[in-house]
């Protein structure tokens, strides 16, 4: 039966509600952006066993490129396997990217190497992290060096409480050192739900490769 003129339907009492839920939501974050008014580096950590860490930090760097900001990359552990991320931003003279690590530590099978490639790319690392030109530093798997005690942890605590102000730095790999998390600004600790590798999928060009 069609209502009268000027009576509003269902829809309409949906529409309206969802309006109002909106305007508070968005006084809400308008509230929550104004106050957010510090402006200076920050220091993201992506950890846990799930997948994505070092794509997501290799996101930031495609967006840091929009912003024409200068990038340094330094990645621990995977020198072995060539890499889309490694072959793609080294074409861009905006980032100056270094693979430092000789394979997974379980294909190496030899501490000492393992230690004195780690110790070289921390070299690298650290006068990334004392250069005020490199606006975003991406330090891909240095959580695994932590963890196997390549490198110094408070070493690497030290150098990044005493970074550029504006520097921002992106830190992944699993098993992130409480202090690493509890010294930096957002973390996020990616969690397996399903994998295809435990489907005996290997390791895919242009997804993991």
């Not at 501490?111 to 070299?123: H, I, L, M, S, T």
């Not at 690497?156 to 409480?178: C, E, F, K, W, Y």
């Not at 509890?182 to 973390?187: K, R």
């Not at 990616?190 to 993991?208: L, N, P, S, T, Y």
């Amino acid at each position: 039966m069609p209502t009268n003129e000027g009576t509003r339907g269902p829809g309409d009492a949906e529409g309206q509600r969802h309006r109002e839920r909106m305007q508070r939501r968005k006084t809400v974050m308008d509230a929550r952006i104004g106050a957010a008014s510090d402006r200076r580096g920050v220091l993201l950590v992506l950890t846990g066993n799930g997948k994505g860490k070092s794509s997501s930090a290799f996101g930031m760097v495609a967006r840091a490129l929009g912003h024409d900001m200068q990038i340094g990359v330094v990645q621990y552990i995977k020198g072995k396997y060539l890499t889309g991320e490694a072959t793609f931003f080294r074409r861009f003279p905006q980032v100056r990217f270094h693979v430092m690590g000789e394979g997974f530590t379980w294909e190496t099978q030899d501490r000492e190497r393992d230690v004195r490639a780690a110790e070289a790319a921390w070299e690298i690392s650290g006068a990334m992290l004392r250069d005020p030109a490199l606006a975003l530093v991406v330090l891909d798997e240095l959580n695994i060096a932590l963890r196997y005690r390549y490198v110094e942890l408070a070493a690497v605590l030290d150098a990044l409480r005493n970074r550029p102000h504006m520097q921002h730095v992106v830190i992944t790999g699993r098993g992130a050192p409480a202090e690493l998390i509890e010294l930096a600004d957002t973390v996020t600790d990616m969690r397996i739900v399903k994998h295809a590798f435990d489907a005996g999928i290997g390791a895919q060009r242009g997804v993991e490769l």
